[in-house]
């Protein structure tokens, strides 16, 4: 029975631990992506600055996720998952603890940059490309579920800080959190500890040589194309998730409905990443990816019609239903397309673009919100931004339609 019942390779029982393990690690590490969101207005009120600056740690942070991605995803393609793990920890712990005793927003900011955006980064895309290879048949729902650790990082974290800082203040809470991360992380590592054979990968490359011939598209050519998808996607999608608890105190209803608000886009975004992957898992990714993007559109629409207090939690809570997917699915289309040895680096790549995505319309928001005093115009530069990614990701449809018939049935949607 032990020998008819493959216990650590694809799709065996192991595959679901381990994925498991990368669910919770992500959840601990994306801590980073959130706790600057909610802590903004109370930042930005003690050191005494503009809406723009008080922007800037966070912009900073998703470049250094940005770095952290593609470095770490590099060391997981030579060494494995492990070391990126333990590197995230360690970032993660001394960031939140030097941010809690910043003197300024410079040493605050530097804080997100260097530690935190790193840390954050060592260990989001690289889940995810190792995950991919302990999956054949549910490689998109697996995919998707690893990368809904960011999203349920953005349901506990922002309802943690809602609580803590009337409690405690955000200095106190942040260090809190430097010492929860590596305490809770490091023991998560002995879920990692297998490896694949080599075999594995080579037909893994085989699979991809044979699916990229039929594409119509060179591997340079579709690697651009998907890291500006990326970055397009993304500054569409900062516009709520960096402001909107920001935009609710500016409506007087308070930074603690806006918190409520990020929550539940993140709750729904979870429904919505887990669906995405069920769904790539029939359809295909690019096909998927499409459908997000253009869903996203609809809902930053809406934003501009209704600002009522009702109307902001169940637009908030469509926002979140409609993108959860959309990030993950770059994984999935790179996994099928590049080749698996440099899954890790490539992936990374592509995520740094949606992260410098976040980054740039996150900071951008700002500058528009100082500039107009409203966040109407903001959310109609993220339309715009998002209409560049469907034209993209159609593009890249139009050519799998032209491909024949028996060649457009092997590529994802």
């Excluded at 493959?6 to 590490?29: E, F, K």
């Excluded at 253009?294 to 009702?310: C, E, K, R, T, V």
């Excluded at 050519?399 to 949607?413: D, S, Y």
């Amino acid at each position: 029975m032990r020998d008819a019942i493959p216990i650590s390779g694809p799709d065996s029982p192991y595959s679901w631990i381990r994925l498991l393990g990368a669910l919770l690690v992500g959840t601990v590490t994306s801590v980073g992506m959130w706790s600057v969101v909610v802590v903004l207005p109370a930042v930005q009120d003690e050191f005494g600055i503009a809406r723009a600056d008080a922007s800037l740690p966070y912009t900073l942070a998703m470049v250094g996720f940005g770095f952290g991605t593609i470095l770490m995803g590099r060391v997981a393609d030579r060494v494995g998952i492990i070391i990126p793990i333990i590197a995230s920890a360690i970032c993660l712990s001394l960031g939140f603890i030097v941010a809690g005793f910043a003197p300024s927003l410079l040493w605050f900011a530097i804080a997100h940059g260097v530690l935190i955006g790193v840390g954050t980064g060592a260990s989001f895309a690289p889940l995810m490309a190792d995950i991919s290879f302990w999956f054949i048949k549910r490689r998109g729902l697996a995919v998707v579920v690893a990368a809904c650790g960011s999203y349920l990082a953005g349901v506990i974290w922002p309802m943690v800080l809602r609580y803590s800082i009337p409690a405690v203040g955000w200095r106190y809470s942040y260090i809190a959190i430097g010492i929860f991360v590596i305490v809770s992380v490091l023991p998560l590592t002995l879920m990692f500890r297998r490896k694949l054979p080599q075999a594995h990968f080579a037909a893994a490359d085989s699979a991809m040589m044979a699916a990229r011939s039929n594409l119509g598209v060179s591997p340079r050519t579709l690697q651009i194309l998907l890291t500006v998808a990326g970055f397009a996607c993304c500054v569409a999608m900062s516009m709520p998730q960096v402001h909107i608890v920001a935009y609710c105190g500016d409506l007087g209803y308070g930074v603690a409905r806006g918190a409520e608000m990020l929550s539940l886009m993140m709750l729904l975004g979870i429904v919505s990443r887990i669906g995405s992957g069920f769904l790539s898992d029939r359809i295909g990714g690019g096909k998927t990816l499409l459908l997000g993007s253009l869903m996203q559109g609809a809902s930053l629409a809406l934003y501009l019609f209704f600002d009522g207090l009702s109307s902001l939690y169940i637009i908030s809570g469509i926002f979140g239903l409609f993108q959860g997917g959309i990030v993950p699915m770059y994984a999935v289309i790179v996994r099928e397309f590049l080749p698996a040895r440099e899954a890790g680096t490539r992936i990374g790549i592509i995520m740094t673009s949606t992260l410098f995505g976040m980054a740039f319309g996150g900071y951008f928001s700002g500058v528009i919100y100082d500039a107009f005093s409203s966040y109407r115009i903001a959310f109609l530069n993220g339309m715009l931004w998002n209409l560049l990614n469907l034209s993209i990701v159609g593009w890249l449809l139009l050519q799998r339609r032209a491909a024949p018939p028996k060649v457009a049935a092997q590529l994802p949607g």
